[in-house]
């Protein structure tokens, strides 16, 4: 028998923040994802920001998808509004919710196969719309879920746990972004929570779609063809009545490297992933320039992480449309029914 639930006593010496909260009043469920898995870590990086940010926990509402990424909010903000949709779909749901309330925070949290595939569309339309919303993706190349296939962001040239190369080119997440219209765009690693920690909290406090891609490695599938360990040959050499998967917890991957500067993190799978963080001089307002820096450091094999383009007064989907600032949820009948003569007057404008 598995015992989720966390204890509710806290140790009075518990650092608090400005609203008398302690970091644990930001956690959630124990996790239930692989031990070491880096999904983990950014839920980490949430309860921190929020923590720091001294957010009150029940204004801010968390949605998610499908996936192993999408099962993260029940690991952080456990007294928070929650909503978990089906595959895909968390942007529409988020962008309903957000127009029927606006003056909750709203978190979404994704991964690259419910973002990069059938969410893709979904994916692009909030963030052209300019919702106002920190929307993360939990990116580890894989559906974990249903063992480790390519996802949409898997790299050119990989070779899945079978050894099986991926002849598709990848979906850069950040990039599609920038050219959507995102007026906050970051890239971050899921072991770096010196840069991920305050990358989050800017994103919580930006007026705008604010997107954050985290590369997040899976643990879980880097076993091979050939291996007497893999799940593949237990399950051909097994007769059982019943199907099960046991997975050793690893590890967790961590990575410490200064501005400008190029670290090379090897992966539990032999893989190495290169990680660039931008120089401090980087400019963050220059939309074209981001992205040609970018396609630069992409062609050179490198992955681009930390803040790379945010908008200071950037406008949301509510300034767009012209919404009342009472969040619509809250209008009374006199609001909502004005009567004959305003209709009349609405009618007369259109003729």
Do not use: W
């Not at 994704?110 to 979904?122: T, V």
């Not at 007026?207 to 880097?222: E, K, L, M, Q, Y």
Request: aromatic share 6%; glycine share 10%.
């Amino acid at each position: 028998m598995t015992y989720l639930a966390k204890p509710k006593l806290h140790h009075p010496a518990l650092p608090k923040n400005e609203l008398g909260f302690t970091r644990r009043d930001y956690e959630g469920a124990v996790s239930t994802l692989c031990a070491g898995c880096g999904h983990d870590s950014i839920s980490a990086a949430i309860v921190q920001a929020c923590f720091e940010l001294a957010l009150p926990p029940h204004r801010i509402a968390k949605l998610s998808g499908i996936g192993c990424s999408s099962k993260t909010p029940t690991y952080f903000l456990g007294v928070s509004h929650g909503f978990n949709s089906v595959h895909g779909r968390m942007p529409s749901v988020l962008t309903g919710a957000n127009l029927a309330n606006r003056d909750l925070i709203y978190l979404g949290v994704s991964g690259d196969g419910d973002s990069a595939s059938i969410g893709l569309g979904q994916f692009a339309h909030v963030l052209r719309r300019g919702v106002n919303m920190v929307y993360i993706v939990e990116n580890n190349g894989v559906y974990g879920l249903t063992k480790g296939q390519f996802s949409a962001t898997s790299d050119k040239g990989s070779k899945s746990k079978r050894g099986v190369q991926n002849l598709d080119a990848p979906i850069d997440l950040v990039g599609m972004a920038l050219q959507l219209g995102a007026t906050f765009v970051a890239r971050s690693f899921s072991g770096d929570k010196e840069q991920l920690v305050p990358v989050i909290m800017a994103a919580l406090r930006h007026h705008g779609a604010a997107f954050i891609d985290v590369i997040s490695p899976c643990v879980a599938f880097n076993n091979h063809l050939g291996s007497t360990k893999s799940f593949d040959y237990v399950r051909e050499h097994n007769d059982a009545v019943n199907r099960l998967d046991v997975i050793e917890g690893r590890a967790e991957i961590t990575a410490e490297y200064a501005p400008g500067t190029l670290e090379n993190v090897v992966q539990h799978d032999g893989s190495v992933l290169r990680l660039r963080k931008i120089h401090a001089d980087y400019d963050a307002h220059d939309r074209l320039g981001a992205m040609a820096y970018l396609q630069e450091r992409q062609a050179a094999g490198e992955i681009v992480t930390g803040l790379l383009y945010v908008d200071p007064e950037a406008h949301d989907l509510h300034d767009h449309i012209e919404t009342v600032e009472t969040p619509l949820n809250a209008l009374g009948e006199a609001e909502l029914i004005p009567g004959s003569a305003a209709l009349q007057k609405l009618n007369a404008s259109l003729r």
